[in-house]
């Protein structure tokens, strides 16, 4: 079945190139021109980017209702999302996963959001909420150390929140309702009065216990507020100055760990992020941006000993010089992560780590057809000493819609405070304070091709091999585990995506995203079968003037869980189908619907222990995904 899927899949690929292609006078033009800055600091066409990128734009992100940045990137080729049921805001750690890798760094407007000194997530995704103000999502795949820090070896996703440019003031009102007890209320203000800009977002999300596609009832709750408001002040010649602050508050219910998708573990949440950034363009070659920022993290699941208070500060400024035939960016990071209570573990409260970092890279055009970019960066961990990581690129254009490219990017993963200091007596899990930083590097090959008008597509193949990779490893043969550096893990794997324009109303993406992950020892591949070999992403819009629908499916294949539980060999492959459509009826007024898993399907995303059973006492670490689910609702904007 698998070798069928894949062979329609790569048929449809190959078709792509000839029998999608159509006339159109006035059809909307497809392109890879648009504008993306995540892969060199730097704002460049993404067809111009030696790097695999993809884009979440806020018109698919109003479109199609995502809720939070991890429903947005779901259908990205490359990405994963372990999520545990039906929301990521529904439980303490939804980890994303970027080319195999869980190491990856997320960040808002450039500033850093990641969190050190959690189990499994690396950064909040699912608590990033504030939707409406968001202006595209870049999700940048592959080893970026050099420019993002230690821990970008998967990749990076970038948050670009919007800035008002013209004079006016637009207030969007958003209400909707479904199954599961699902409620969203959102109001999104933006405006601009001469110089001075600014946006207000503020929500609620209301959810309850679910089904799966086998009827199952799972625990789950939640209770979510988001606010938001960005203010800045446009000094004029390209320079501003911006203040941003978000705030997330939640409680929640999910199930409970350490039995099953019936026992509930109740918890809050209350997260907050204040950032100050200044833009300065000093003259027509050389461009300044400093920024400051602080991030807390806070939450509390009273059943099991996990409640932790985090905050983490940062300062950045980055310098850009353009010359005739090259771009030279430096600069300077600092970031210190701090655990400021955890009641459980006393010797972790008060501890602190901090990283301070300078880089440099220079893209030379030596030719008009060929390009190189070296890179160097120098971080210093209060922990791990100096730690050097060097990168090259080499690019070749050999016209206007071309580009082929070359890297080779290091890195190193420095442990976090969870994986040295932890005591979790509930789990019987221990921190091991000799833990060494993973390194290794990443190779990578990709070509971006605009093919005409109306059809574009990129591919990319790489291969990372990390050392001394972190993972929790089982005590002899006790249920007690201790985190171990184990020997090596090699990742080889590609990503395959094409996006086509039929005419002024039809378009289609596919994604195809294969990865191999060698087994370790007494293990099965892919991270003991937790990612699947294959995913296959596919999806059709379709837009009128006053009507616009889509349908996104994606195809897990061959994701087999942990060698010690074959039961999950049984639900290894999988299709989940999505739909959305909105309809104009009046000026300004929207009535929209989705409905989700429109077949279904029963499904979990991070479910590897034991097998799925009719006894309710039974699906222990299951964490069912939701069964067929609706959402309703009336969006207005004046």
């Not at 805001?89 to 869980?102: A, E, K, L, M």
């Not at 990033?128 to 940048?140: F, P, Q």
């Amino acid at each position: 079945m698998n070798r069928k899927i894949l062979a329609a899949s790569l048929a449809v690929l190959s078709l792509s190139g000839g029998a999608f292609c159509v006339e159109a006078a006035d059809m909307p033009v497809y392109t890879l021109d648009g504008i993306v800055v995540t892969a060199s600091r730097v704002p460049e066409k993404k067809i111009d980017s030696n790097a695999d990128v993809s884009m979440v734009t806020a018109k698919e992100i109003e479109e199609k209702h995502y809720d939070d940045v991890s429903e947005a990137i779901r259908h990205v080729p490359g990405v994963m999302i372990a999520s545990h049921g039906i929301s990521s805001q529904t439980t303490n750690s939804d980890q994303v996963y970027i080319n195999g890798s869980p190491n990856v760094v997320v960040l808002v407007d450039g500033m850093r959001r990641n969190t050190n000194g959690n189990s499994l997530m690396n950064a909040s995704i699912g608590e990033l909420t504030n939707m409406a103000s968001v202006d595209h999502i870049e999700v940048l795949k592959g080893a970026a150390s050099t420019l993002y820090g230690s821990d970008a070896q998967g990749g990076v996703i970038n948050i670009i929140t919007k800035a008002p440019k013209e004079n006016g003031v637009h207030t969007t009102l958003r209400a909707s309702v479904g199954n599961f007890g699902r409620e969203n209320y959102n109001f999104y203000n933006e405006g601009r009065e001469e110089n001075f800009f600014w946006t207000v977002e503020a929500g609620k999300e209301l959810l309850h216990q679910y089904k799966d596609g086998w009827g199952r009832r799972v625990v789950n709750h939640l209770n979510a507020d988001h606010y938001n408001v960005k203010m800045g002040y446009d000094l004029g010649n390209d320079s501003d100055l911006v203040f941003h602050y978000e705030k997330y508050t939640s409680d929640y219910t999910m199930p409970n760990m350490g039995t099953n998708d019936i026992t509930p573990s109740a918890g809050t949440k209350d997260n907050d992020s204040t950032s100050l950034q200044y833009k300065a363009k000093i003259n027509d070659r050389l461009t300044n941006l400093f920024s400051l920022y602080r991030n807390n993290t806070s939450f509390n699941i009273p059943m099991q000993p996990w409640k932790m208070d985090m905050r983490t500060s940062g300062i950045s400024d980055q310098l850009i010089y353009d010359l005739d035939n090259q771009t030279i960016t430096g600069g300077f990071d600092w970031y210190e992560d701090e655990i400021r209570k955890y009641p459980q573990e006393q010797e972790l409260a008060g501890k602190k780590v901090h990283t301070a970092a300078f880089y440099l890279q220079d893209k030379i055009n030596i030719t008009k057809q060929w390009n190189v970019t070296p890179g160097i960066r120098v971080d210093h961990h209060s922990q791990f000493g100096n730690r050097t990581s060097p990168s090259l690129s080499i690019g070749y254009m050999p016209n206007d819609k071309t580009n082929y490219y070359f890297n080779y990017k290091t890195f190193f993963v420095a442990p976090n405070l969870y994986q040295m200091y932890v005591w979790n007596p509930i789990w019987g899990t221990y921190g091991n304070k000799n833990l060494k930083p993973e390194t290794g590097y990443t190779f990578e090959f990709g070509v971006n091709h605009q093919f005409d008008d109306t059809l574009s597509g990129t591919f990319n193949v790489f291969h990372t091999y990390a050392h001394n990779i972190i993972q929790a490893e089982r005590i002899g043969n006790t249920y007690n585990y201790i985190y171990e550096n184990m020997d090596r893990a090699n990742i080889n794997g590609f990503n395959l995506n094409l996006n086509k324009e039929f005419s002024s109303h039809w378009s289609t993406y596919v994604g195809y995203t294969y990865m191999h992950i060698n087994a370790q020892k007494g293990k099965n591949i892919n991270n003991d079968g937790f990612i699947p070999e294959s995913t296959l992403n596919v999806g059709i819009n379709y837009k009128a003037d006053k009507f616009n629908a889509s349908l996104d499916g994606r195809g897990v294949m061959n994701r087999y869980g942990k060698k010690a539980y074959p039961e999950m060999r049984d639900y290894a492959n999988y299709w989940v189908w999505d739909v959305a459509a909105n309809y104009q009826f009046a000026k300004g007024a929207t009535l929209f619907a989705r409905v989700n898993n429109i077949f279904d399907q029963f499904y979990t995303d991070v479910g590897s222990s034991y097998g799925p059973d009719a006894n309710p006492a039974s699906y222990q670490y299951w964490y069912s995904a939701p069964g067929r689910n609706f959402e309703i609702g009336l969006q207005y904007q004046f």
